[in-house]
């Protein structure tokens, strides 16, 4: 049973430029978050979907977007990138029925823009 | 608005002791809190999950509480070991399913 899986796991981006993240959450997930943490820091949320929505969203700019498609992966874009956009991406599956909320997370992309 | 921290940031003890991690958070409406390691460059793994009506749960070396009213939640860990080197963080759930996390403890178990 594979887990969360994401990719790339190293990216390195200039001021300016778009990048995508992709995401395949957990065997029978329904539901991925998106969550970005800097050096030193916590995971600060950045959006959920489920059904293919955005059914929360965290406190990012609109250059922060996403999409999920029929087979529950996912994929957060990023336009206009900032020296400050420079994190750890982690995506987290759960599932929508289980109401512990209990999510799985993947390893992570390391995005660095210079 | 609720945050979470995480005290102390860092902590180096020897091999063997027993320690405890604290969180806080400052508002007690939440879900559930769950308690995660990280280790470098990996992504983040579920420890103890507490849900909002339980005091605390345990697994294994690890026993975590939850104090609702007070805020604070501590994370126990027996007999430390090396493996047991790793970032812990804590994060509240809040009713429409965002965590909020802390900023984490760093911990160091000496051999």
């Known amino acids: 049973d594979a887990g969360v899986t994401q990719s790339p796991t190293h990216l390195i981006k200039t001021r300016g430029q778009q990048v995508t993240l992709r995401c395949s959450p957990k065997?029978?997930?329904?539901?991925v978050s998106w969550y970005q943490q800097a050096l030193g820091q916590g995971p600060q949320f950045i959006f959920q979907?489920?059904?293919?929505?955005?059914?929360q969203r965290g406190n990012f700019p609109d250059r922060f977007s996403g999409h999920q498609f029929p087979n529950y992966s996912s994929e957060l874009n990023v336009n206009a990138l900032l020296l400050g956009d420079s994190a750890l991406y982690l995506c987290?599956?759960?599932?929508?029925?289980?109401?512990?909320?209990?999510?799985?997370f993947g390893p992570g992309t390391r995005l660095t823009v210079l | 608005k609720q945050e979470v921290t995480q005290i102390p940031a860092a902590l180096s003890v020897p091999e063997g002791e027993n320690l405890v991690l604290n969180c806080s958070f400052t508002?007690?409406?939440?879900?559930?809190l769950q308690w995660f390691r990280q280790d470098p460059g990996k992504g983040l793994t579920s420890l103890l999950l507490?849900?909002?009506s339980q005091r605390e749960q345990t697994s294994g070396r690890l026993n975590a509480s939850l104090d609702k009213s007070s805020g604070r939640s501590t994370l126990y860990i027996a007999a430390s070991q090396p493996g047991d080197s790793a970032t812990y963080l804590c994060?509240?759930?809040?009713?429409?399913?965002?965590?909020?996390w802390g900023a984490g403890t760093k911990l160091i178990i000496k051999p």
């Open positions: 987290a599956s759960s599932l929508v029925t289980n109401h512990r909320g209990t999510q799985y």
């Open positions: 065997s029978g997930h329904d539901t």
């Open positions: 979907y489920y059904e293919e929505e955005e059914r």
């Open positions: 508002d007690s409406a939440i879900y559930n």
């Open positions: 507490i849900q909002s």
């Open positions: 994060a509240v759930r809040r009713s429409n399913y965002q965590l909020i």
